[in-house]
């Protein structure tokens, strides 16, 4: 069963910069496309980036374009999130699974980011 490992959240004032980490085991992590979502309390979980399985092609939702870039290191089997230029609009709850996502996608524990003004 696949295990995904979110870390490196945690408070940053507005316009700082954080770098999220999705450690996946329990599957050939080169086989997928990956992608990094965000929920905050009350809301649906949204889409913020993906790339895919061999790192050439990504994609971001508008609100986090020129800001967010998420590489992936398949020889650590990890996937990251960088975050430049945060906003109090980018705090939530940060989680990564595979994509695009399947009918009962695999979620870790995700990662709080919180953004003061």
């Known amino acids: 069963q696949v295990q995904l490992v979110e870390s490196g959240g945690g408070v940053v004032q507005t316009g700082g910069s954080l770098r999220l980490s999705c450690a996946v085991s329990?599957?050939?992590?080169?086989?997928?496309?990956m992608g990094w979502f965000r929920q905050i309390p009350g809301k649906e979980r949204e889409f913020v980036a993906a790339?895919?399985?061999?790192?050439?092609?990504?994609s971001y939702t508008d609100t986090v374009k020129g800001r967010f870039t998420i590489p992936r290191d398949n020889a650590k089997n990890t996937v990251y999130l960088q975050m430049h230029s945060l906003t109090p609009a980018d705090t939530a709850g940060y989680y990564c699974?595979?994509?695009?996502?399947?009918?009962?996608?695999?979620w870790g524990q995700g990662t709080q980011v919180t953004v003061s003004s």
């Open positions: 699974t595979t994509y695009p996502l399947t009918a009962t996608p695999d």
């Open positions: 790339i895919s399985k061999g790192g050439v092609t990504t």
């Open positions: 329990g599957r050939t992590f080169s086989n997928y496309a």
